[in-house]
Structure formats: structure tokens, C-alpha cells
């Protein structure tokens, strides 16, 4: 018993220090920056409950309802209400997801389309460069 103690304290230990480590996600430098492990540890928190909970309710199912307690197996193949849930269900959970994900994405664009320095936009603004119209098209340049 005080093994797996030892273990399992140990293990979040080391999961701790996975914040501090140099392969971790850089402090942010703007907003923007500041939105995107928001939005990653937020889904992943999500995703990890989601993960728990469906696994949870499946081993209890298999345990609480196994052939040696004497339950017999009942059949709800076409049973509507239980394919609605399990069709509107994962749709409300997309839905929740999709939006501060889409406000995230749209910000971004918006940063690049707005917040690019004029100096780097001016080669893509000349119609007469020859050379970058060929780079584009993945041509060599006219001689």
C-alpha cells in the first residue's frame, strides 16, 4: 500500500514539473498568444473528463450487469429516444467546442490580415514583380 503511494505521489510529482520544462508551451507575448493554451487546456480538460466519464459508465456497465450476477441482456436496437441522445449529445458537446475555438480562429485572421507591417506585405502588393509572380505559380523566373 505505501508502494503505490509512493508511486502515484511520484507520478504527479513529475507531472508537475512537466509545466516547468523547457518543451512546454512559451510564455505569451500578446493576447493572442495568450488565447491559444487557454484554449488548449481548456479542451483538454474537456476531453479528459469526457474520457473518464464514458469509460466510468462503461466498466460500471460491464461490472454491474455481467452474466454471473444473473442479468439477462435487453435489446433497445431500435429504441429512439437512446439514438437521439447519443446523436445530440456529441452535437451540443461540437457546438461548445466550435465556438470559442471559431473565435480564436477568426481572430487570427484578423491579426494577420490587419497587423502585417507594410514592409511585409509590399511584395505581394506589386503586380510587376516578375520573379514573385513566378515563385507563386512555382515557375522558374523568365530570363
Same mark, same amino acid.
Given at each position: 500500500?505505501?508502494?503505490?503511494?509512493?508511486?502515484?505521489?511520484?507520478?504527479?510529482?513529475?507531472?508537475?514539473?512537466?509545466?516547468?520544462?523547457?518543451?512546454?508551451?512559451? @510564455? /505569451?507575448?500578446?493576447?493572442?498568444?495568450?488565447?491559444? &493554451?487557454?484554449?488548449?487546456?481548456? =479542451?483538454?480538460?474537456?476531453?479528459? *473528463? $469526457?474520457?473518464?466519464?464514458?469509460?466510468?459508465?462503461?466498466?460500471?456497465?460491464?461490472?454491474?450487469?455481467?452474466?454471473?450476477?444473473?442479468?439477462?441482456?435487453?435489446?433497445?436496437?431500435?429504441?429512439?429516444?437512446?439514438?437521439?441522445?447519443?446523436?445530440?449529445? @456529441? /452535437?451540443?458537446?461540437?457546438?461548445?467546442?466550435?465556438? &470559442?475555438?471559431?473565435?480564436?480562429? =477568426?481572430?487570427?485572421?484578423?491579426? *494577420? $490580415?490587419?497587423?502585417?507591417?507594410?514592409?511585409?506585405?509590399?511584395?505581394?502588393?506589386?503586380?510587376?514583380?516578375?520573379?514573385?509572380?513566378?515563385?507563386?505559380?512555382?515557375?522558374?523566373?523568365?530570363?
Amino acid at each position: 500500500m505505501l508502494n503505490r503511494l509512493g508511486l502515484g505521489t511520484l507520478g504527479l510529482v513529475l507531472c508537475g514539473l512537466a509545466t516547468a520544462a523547457e518543451w512546454n508551451l512559451q @510564455p /505569451a507575448a500578446s493576447k493572442m498568444g495568450a488565447d491559444l &493554451p487557454w484554449l488548449h487546456e481548456a =479542451i483538454m480538460v474537456l476531453v479528459i *473528463v $469526457l474520457l473518464v466519464g464514458s469509460f466510468g459508465v462503461m466498466f460500471w456497465s460491464c461490472y454491474a450487469h455481467r452474466r454471473s450476477v444473473g442479468h439477462k441482456a435487453v435489446q433497445f436496437h431500435k429504441n429512439v429516444m437512446v439514438e437521439i441522445l447519443w446523436t445530440v449529445i @456529441p /452535437a451540443i458537446i461540437l457546438a461548445l467546442v466550435a465556438w &470559442p475555438v471559431a473565435k480564436v480562429v =477568426i481572430a487570427q485572421n484578423e491579426v *494577420v $490580415l490587419n497587423g502585417m507591417p507594410k514592409t511585409a506585405m509590399q511584395p505581394f502588393k506589386q503586380s510587376n514583380n516578375v520573379e514573385l509572380a513566378a515563385a507563386v505559380k512555382g515557375q522558374s523566373t523568365p530570363r
